[in-house]
T-cell receptor, first 113, second 117 residues
Framework: DVKVTQSSRYLVKRTGEKVFLECVQD?????MFWYRQDPGLGLRLIYF???????EKGDIPEGYSVSREKKERFSLILESASTNQTSMYLC????????????FGPGTRLLVL | AQSVTQPDIHITVSEGASLELRCNYS??????LFWYVQSPGQGLQLLLK??????LVQGIKGFEAEFKRSQSSFNLRKPSVHWSDAAEYFC???????????????FGQGTILTVHP
């Protein structure tokens, strides 16, 4: 079975802190994604990576950066956390290819105070 | 740009009743379409997907969906709902054949399903 894990299920941070969210997949997937999920807005893509050290902005990249130094790990970084970044963050991965499926981690619920 | 609309924010059905969740998409060519389910506090699980071919697709947990190109719809159905189906359901669209989007998906707003005993 595909397994996508996220480093924390719940996280509480202070405004202005630098926050790291980690995502690890164990299926040698090339593509990885970070989404945020907010009630009534569904999932919105923050960043994705199509291979190691490669990244592209999604629909809402402002205030975020990412790092992919190894194939299995994709990190989301909040450079200076703000209260409007309080949200559920979901990581996903997939094999490269036109008909591959995205597999999701359990999510990290982040509260910024 | 692609987009997805799920017109129903919240649906309530009785256990054993039939279910249909609506999904309308906007995409310039033949899309790839997905339905995911999210149980409380969990990540998303794939229910079914459509890439090409038969427009009626079967998924897990007894769900099915029908792709209707003329209506730009991909509605999810289940003939008899179980209490364990209570969850949030997301429809998503991705670039179809020939697309170079690296599998990016655009999600709808989600539909919360409540099941009454």
């Amino acid at each position: 079975d595909v397994k996508v894990t996220q480093s924390s299920r719940y996280l509480v941070k202070r405004t202005g802190e630098k926050v790291f969210l980690e995502c690890v997949q164990d299926m040698d997937h090339e593509n990885m994604f970070w989404y945020r999920q907010d009630p009534g807005l569904g999932l919105r893509l923050i960043y994705f990576s199509y291979d190691v050290k490669m990244k592209e902005k999604g629909d809402i990249p402002e205030g975020y950066s990412v790092s992919r130094e190894k194939k299995e790990r994709f990190s989301l970084i909040l450079e200076s956390a703000s209260t409007n970044q309080t949200s559920m963050y979901l990581c996903a991965s997939r094999l490269a290819g036109p008909q591959e499926t995205q597999y999701f981690g359990p999510g990290t619920r982040l509260l910024v105070l | 740009a692609q987009s997805v609309t799920q017109p129903d924010i919240h649906i309530t059905v009785s256990e054993g009743a039939s279910l249909e969740l609506r999904c309308n998409y906007s995409y310039g060519a033949t899309p790839y379409l997905f339905w995911y389910v999210q149980s409380p506090g969990q990540g998303l699980q794939l229910l079914l997907k459509y890439f090409s071919g038969d427009t009626l697709v079967q998924g897990i947990k007894g769900f099915e969906a029908e792709f209707k190109r003329s209506q730009s719809s991909f509605n999810l159905r289940k003939p008899s709902v179980h209490w364990s189906d209570a969850a949030e359901y997301f429809c998503a669209v991705g670039a179809g054949a020939g697309g170079t989007s690296y599998g990016k998906l655009t999600f709808g707003q989600g539909t919360i399903l409540t099941v009454h005993p």
